[in-house]
């Protein structure tokens, strides 16, 4: 007997969009003169929860996208990059990004595996 995973994706596609409008409240929020681990804690969270319901449900695209992101947010949470301007801002630019790639599937199309690496290698640089 063979479950339709399709069932799940509306769930999904909803959890996805309110973790990744935490992530965003969270961004904006920060105050770069005093380090809130908490905060950095809601956002990584969010990107875990978004990388392991899709692949879960196999948008791998989407997936590893969220997988970089988590990536580079532990790295500010554990202190390792800086929480700066310039890195919040590529953060917040990435939730936007990964916010579309969410739309994306939600409207039954396929999100751009190319544009997606792109888009991952200049975030990475970024926050290198």
Do not use: P, W
């Not at 909803?14 to 005093?34: F, G, Y």
């Not at 809601?42 to 992101?69: P, Q, S, W």
């Amino acid at each position: 007997m063979s479950v339709d995973m399709t069932q799940f994706h509306d769930v999904l596609f909803e959890e996805c969009l309110e973790n990744v409008d935490a992530m965003k409240a969270a961004l904006e929020s920060i105050d770069l003169n005093a380090f809130d681990k908490e905060k950095m804690n809601t956002i990584y969270r969010g990107a875990h929860t978004i990388k392991g319901g899709c692949a879960m449900l196999e948008f791998n695209t989407v997936a590893d996208y969220a997988k970089a992101m988590e990536a580079l947010l532990g790295e500010m949470r554990d202190e390792k990059k800086q929480t700066n301007a310039e890195n919040i801002k590529v953060m917040l630019e990435s939730v936007e990004f990964l916010r579309a790639m969410i739309k994306t599937l939600q409207n039954k199309e396929v999100v751009d595996e190319a544009s997606t690496l792109a888009h991952c290698a200049k975030m990475q640089a970024a926050i290198s």
